[in-house]
């Protein structure tokens, strides 16, 4: 995000999404009215609200908020794609928000609705597709993909030509070798070693890495 804007509003009410975003935020200088979208009227974590920030609760988009700029506030990945089909919204309508303090390469490509956290490094020839969440102290290494909806956790490290697939959730701490393919709708545990290809649709953890089950969600 490279310019100001003074309204945004979040689609979701995740705790940690939220802090995320206003940590952020905060980081460039930027105090917008935010709009949270929170239409399954679930328990909110005020105590994350920033005092610098005016936030106003909202349980369904009007036109008002349709022409504002989205970001997507759902930290579970089975969530983040049904969330955007069911609303209708156009991803071009939804901002990537990063922290000041990363170190992203120039010629990394981030699609539509990426979020990165602080203390995060991507190497040259990268790529986020659509709606990827990185958290903060994330390694990635140069000519890697991550796939669209998916979420890596804090403290993972991921080395060159490496692809993950969409919709994938790589656990805290975990590192991934050189080279390796994950497939889609993947869970990698915390803290796991993956040192060969995992596939489609699995939970795999450990040192090494192996698939434990299939994933059901």
């Known amino acids: 995000m490279e310019y100001y804007i003074d309204k945004i509003c979040i689609i979701g009410s995740s705790g940690a ?4 975003v206003l940590d952020n ?3 460039r200088r930027q105090f917008p009215v935010i709009y949270l979208l929170n239409n399954l009227g679930l328990e909110l974590e005020t105590h994350l609200f920033h005092k ?7 349980d369904k988009l009007e036109k008002e908020h349709v022409s504002l700029p989205f970001i997507l506030g759902v930290n579970k990945v089975a969530n983040k794609q049904s969330i955007v089909q069911n609303l209708q919204l156009e991803k071009e ?13 120039s010629t990394t490509v981030i699609k539509h609705g990426v979020i990165v956290n602080c203390l995060t490094s991507i190497a040259a020839n990268s790529i986020l597709n659509e709606f990827v969440t990185i958290n903060r102290n994330v390694s990635i290494g140069h000519d890697t993909e991550i796939g669209a909806y998916s979420t890596i956790n804090p403290g993972v490290n991921i080395a060159g030509f490496v692809k993950i697939g969409d919709r994938c959730t ?5 590192n991934v070798l050189d080279g390796v393919k994950i497939g889609e709708n993947t869970i990698i545990g915390a803290g796991s070693l993956v040192t060969k290809d995992i596939p489609d649709g699995v939970v795999a953890y450990g040192n090494p890495c192996k698939i434990i089950r299939k994933n059901e969600i």
């Open 17 to 20: 999404m939220l802090s995320m």
């Open 25 to 27: 935020l905060e980081s």
């Open 52 to 58: 610098a920030f005016e936030i106003i609760i909202i």
């Open 93 to 105: 309508k939804f901002v990537n928000l990063t922290h000041l303090n990363t170190s992203i390469s």
């Open 170 to 174: 790589i656990g805290m701490g975990a």
